[in-house]
């Protein structure tokens, strides 16, 4: 049944008030770089923006970095079954292959698809994670239309340190993984870092009885990370560097009730060689040559008839240089993107495309004003693209900040959208994205409020319609219009030793086409967070809470909403040993994401991490 509404708002109620009634201790600063592609203190950020810390990272015990986001404001998932299969992430009501995904600033992702493989990505080698949510093809190109998500991997500098961590739970499921990082110090110091990871689980079946591919085996999955960095200091403001991150998954899933054991094989890797130069006090410039690779086997008979390989490679140059114009910052950047997808079963997919672009920006802070301006110019083989965005701030006082900011965005049709025999058409052109939105920030005693409305319009995007206009059957095809629009609310303080979190998003995400919501995206969605630190001991509770979806976009098939209780407790037993105990979904809910796809009930995780410096 769905989450009553009047009883979240009263819940978030509570929890605003009584934040705001009480003394807080101050909230420590963040920087942040995905925003603007250069470090930026919090308080100058314009977009709305979230930072997952290694800590909530840890804190998540196994699972996927799907179950991280979830969590998140602006952000629902959509998941075939458990933690190794398909999973697509919707930003602000956005598609999956309408946001941005980065690792260490290499774009990763099917060009296939357009989207990022959610479910190889390996949790337990992420140090933190940033969320720019709105618009950002001005900075980053195509498909950055609900924001950009960037992954960023473990690194360190200062005494060398080594960490390892195992535990166990549910369904079997078993976790491993192990880092050392540090520097060398000196003159020409070298930074490092080295992580590897396993992951087992037996699962449960991805597909309930009203599946015409149930199967009630386990679909299980293995996957094993590996991930590094290195850089060389070269002279004073001179550094060189290579970075790499390498995941296999092998995973169950159900097609139906034959002997053989139907599974994907998904790899997801980038690599990265980066120079890094102030050849100026006021001028920086960062070149980066970069390799993504996604690959995906799917084995559903040992037959070649039921093996297909489908790979994306992407290779990418960008030059950076960032200016200090006496307190204010001019980006001005050059890229050069090469797609390429090579397929054993889909021929007709197997095909280049190079994108050429070039960027500026200027970020200007005078006393309480904030302004940002950029444009980007992308050209490939549908034509030249030209995006642009504006935000401006205003402090009111220090505790007080208003936002406003209008971008534009495109997407670029997907291999699929264009080649796939019988689905894809060669005409079809970008989506097209216009976004307004404003925003308050209000500190009050040490309480962090912020509210923000948005107002995303797109057109061109592509759908599938039967029958096709230049065939029969159907085809995906540039012909409805679509609004996401809605407001988010957060809270964020520290009273004391409770922490506490809450946020709730009214949202409307619908195709204006036909006037439906868009399939497997709630109109309301809300999660509650409140951590308490004892001495050696941290205890926190989680409430996660969402609305009715429909699976489909003529909204036929409903599903149901749904409220999570997760709860989680760490025990520092000494300065280097942590004990973590976690249980999701502690009231057992049955729910579904996908209609008759599989969730996970009550679940326990258990876990052992040892560090030291």
Same mark, same amino acid.
């Given at each position: 049944?769905?989450?009553?509404?009047?009883?979240?708002?009263?819940?978030l109620s509570l929890a605003f008030?009584?934040?705001?009634?009480?003394? %807080?201790?101050?909230?420590?600063?963040?920087? @942040?770089?995905?925003?603007?592609?250069?470090?930026?203190?919090?308080?100058?950020?314009?977009?709305?923006?979230?930072?997952?810390?290694?800590?909530?990272?840890?804190?998540?015990?196994?699972?996927?970095?799907?179950?991280?986001?979830?969590?998140?404001?602006?952000?629902?998932?959509?998941?075939?079954?458990?933690?190794?299969?398909?999973?697509?992430?919707?930003?602000?009501?956005?598609?999956?292959?309408?946001?941005?995904?980065?690792?260490?600033?290499?774009?990763?992702?099917?060009?296939?698809?357009?989207?990022?493989?959610?479910?190889? @990505?390996?949790?337990?080698?992420?140090?933190?994670?940033?969320?720019?949510?709105?618009?950002?093809?001005?900075?980053?190109?195509?498909?950055?239309?609900?924001?950009?998500?960037?992954?960023?991997?473990?690194?360190?500098?200062?005494?060398?340190?080594?960490? %390892?961590?195992?535990?166990?739970?549910?369904?079997?499921?078993?976790?491993?993984?192990?880092?050392?990082?540090?520097s060398t110090g000196g003159e020409?110091?070298?930074?490092?870092?080295?992580?590897?990871?396993?992951?087992?689980?037996?699962?449960?079946?991805?597909?309930?009885?009203?599946?015409?591919?149930?199967?009630?085996?386990?679909?299980?999955?293995?996957?094993?990370?590996?991930?590094?960095?290195?850089?060389?200091?070269?002279?004073?403001?001179?550094?060189?560097?290579?970075?790499?991150?390498?995941?296999?998954?092998?995973?169950?899933?159900?097609?139906?009730?034959?002997?053989?054991?139907?599974?994907?094989?998904?790899?997801?890797?980038?690599?990265?060689?980066?120079?890094?130069?102030?050849?100026?006090?006021?001028?920086?410039?960062?070149?980066?040559? %970069?390799?993504?690779?996604?690959?995906?086997?799917?084995?559903?008979?040992?037959?070649?008839?039921?093996?297909?390989?489908?790979?994306?490679?992407?290779?990418?140059?960008?030059?950076?240089?960032?200016?200090?114009?006496?307190?204010?910052?001019?980006?001005?950047?050059?890229?050069?993107?090469?797609?390429?997808?090579?397929?054993?079963?889909?021929?007709?997919?197997?095909?280049?495309?190079?994108?050429?672009?070039?960027?500026?920006?200027?970020?200007?802070?005078?006393?309480?004003?904030?302004?940002?301006?950029?444009?980007?110019?992308?050209?490939?083989?549908?034509?030249?693209?030209?995006?642009?965005?504006?935000?401006?701030?205003?402090?009111?006082?220090?505790?007080?900040?208003?936002?406003?900011?209008?971008?534009?965005?495109?997407?670029?049709?997907?291999?699929?959208?264009?080649?796939?025999?019988?689905y894809g058409l060669m005409s079809?052109?970008?989506?097209?994205?216009?976004?307004?939105?404003?925003?308050?920030?209000?500190?009050?005693?040490?309480?962090?409020?912020?509210?923000?409305?948005?107002?995303?319009?797109?057109?061109?995007?592509?759908?599938?319609?039967?029958?096709?206009?230049?065939?029969?059957?159907?085809?995906?095809?540039?012909?409805?219009?679509?609004?996401?629009?809605?407001?988010?609310?957060?809270?964020?303080?520290?009273?004391?030793?409770?922490?506490?979190?809450?946020?709730?998003?009214?949202?409307?995400?619908?195709?204006?086409?036909?006037?439906?919501?868009?399939?497997?995206?709630?109109?309301?969605?809300?999660?509650?967070?409140?951590?308490?630190?004892?001495?050696?001991?941290?205890?926190?509770?989680?409430?996660?809470?969402?609305?009715?979806?429909?699976?489909?976009?003529?909204?036929?098939?409903?599903?149901?909403?749904?409220?999570?209780?997760?709860?989680?407790?760490?025990?520092?037993?000494?300065?280097?040993?942590?004990?973590?105990?976690?249980?999701?979904?502690?009231?057992?809910?049955?729910?579904?994401?996908?209609?008759?796809?599989?969730? %996970?009930?009550?679940?326990?995780?258990?876990? @052992?991490?040892?560090?030291?410096?």
């Amino acid at each position: 049944m769905s989450f009553p509404v009047s009883r979240l708002a009263a819940a978030l109620s509570l929890a605003f008030a009584a934040a705001a009634s009480a003394h %807080a201790d101050p909230i420590p600063d963040t920087v @942040i770089v995905t925003a603007n592609r250069t470090p930026q203190r919090a308080e100058d950020v314009i977009p709305d923006t979230v930072v997952i810390s290694s800590e909530d990272i840890a804190r998540a015990g196994a699972g996927s970095v799907a179950d991280v986001l979830r969590r998140q404001r602006g952000i629902e998932i959509s998941r075939n079954g458990g933690a190794g299969t398909n999973t697509t992430v919707f930003l602000r009501g956005a598609n999956s292959n309408q946001v941005v995904v980065l690792v260490d600033g290499v774009r990763i992702g099917s060009a296939t698809t357009g989207a990022a493989s959610w479910n190889a @990505i390996p949790l337990s080698s992420i140090d933190h994670i940033e969320i720019v949510y709105g618009p950002l093809s001005s900075l980053y190109g195509a498909d950055a239309i609900g924001g950009v998500v960037q992954i960023f991997t473990k690194k360190s500098e200062g005494a060398p340190m080594f960490s %390892a961590s195992a535990g166990g739970g549910t369904y079997g499921t078993n976790q491993y993984d192990a880092s050392v990082h540090g520097s060398t110090g000196g003159e020409h110091s070298v930074t490092y870092a080295l992580s590897g990871a396993r992951e087992e689980s037996d699962g449960f079946s991805s597909t309930r009885p009203g599946s015409s591919s149930y199967n009630p085996d386990d679909d299980g999955y293995t996957r094993n990370s590996v991930n590094g960095r290195i850089a060389l200091r070269l002279a004073e403001g001179h550094e060189i560097g290579a970075q790499f991150m390498q995941s296999r998954l092998n995973a169950q899933y159900d097609s139906g009730k034959s002997a053989f054991d139907s599974h994907n094989i998904q790899e997801v890797d980038s690599y990265a060689v980066f120079l890094n130069d102030r050849f100026l006090p006021n001028w920086r410039s960062s070149v980066q040559v %970069a390799r993504s690779e996604d690959k995906l086997g799917s084995f559903t008979s040992t037959a070649a008839s039921g093996i297909s390989q489908l790979n994306t490679r992407q290779d990418e140059l960008t030059w950076q240089n960032t200016f200090d114009m006496g307190g204010d910052t001019l980006q001005v950047l050059a890229g050069h993107r090469k797609e390429k997808v090579l397929s054993s079963s889909v021929k007709d997919v197997n095909r280049t495309r190079i994108t050429n672009s070039v960027a500026a920006s200027y970020d200007l802070r005078r006393g309480s004003h904030l302004l940002d301006v950029s444009a980007r110019n992308d050209h490939s083989a549908y034509g030249s693209k030209t995006t642009g965005a504006v935000g401006y701030g205003y402090e009111f006082t220090q505790d007080l900040r208003a936002t406003a900011s209008y971008g534009t965005s495109f997407r670029a049709p997907t291999f699929n959208e264009l080649f796939y025999p019988g689905y894809g058409l060669m005409s079809n052109q970008p989506e097209r994205g216009r976004n307004a939105e404003a925003g308050v920030q209000y500190r009050v005693a040490g309480v962090d409020l912020q509210a923000n409305y948005y107002r995303n319009r797109l057109t061109d995007m592509i759908v599938s319609v039967t029958p096709c206009p230049s065939r029969t059957g159907s085809c995906a095809y540039n012909v409805d219009h679509a609004l996401l629009e809605g407001l988010t609310l957060a809270v964020d303080t520290r009273i004391g030793n409770l922490d506490l979190r809450a946020s709730a998003d009214l949202q409307d995400p619908r195709d204006e086409t036909t006037g439906k919501q868009l399939a497997r995206r709630a109109r309301r969605h809300a999660s509650v967070a409140a951590d308490y630190t004892a001495g050696a001991v941290e205890t926190g509770v989680e409430l996660q809470a969402s609305g009715r979806r429909f699976d489909d976009a003529a909204n036929a098939n409903r599903l149901g909403g749904y409220g999570l209780l997760n709860l989680y407790t760490t025990w520092h037993m000494t300065r280097d040993w942590s004990l973590l105990v976690r249980l999701d979904n502690a009231a057992d809910k049955h729910y579904e994401l996908a209609r008759n796809y599989g969730t %996970a009930g009550r679940t326990w995780f258990a876990g @052992i991490r040892y560090g030291v410096r």
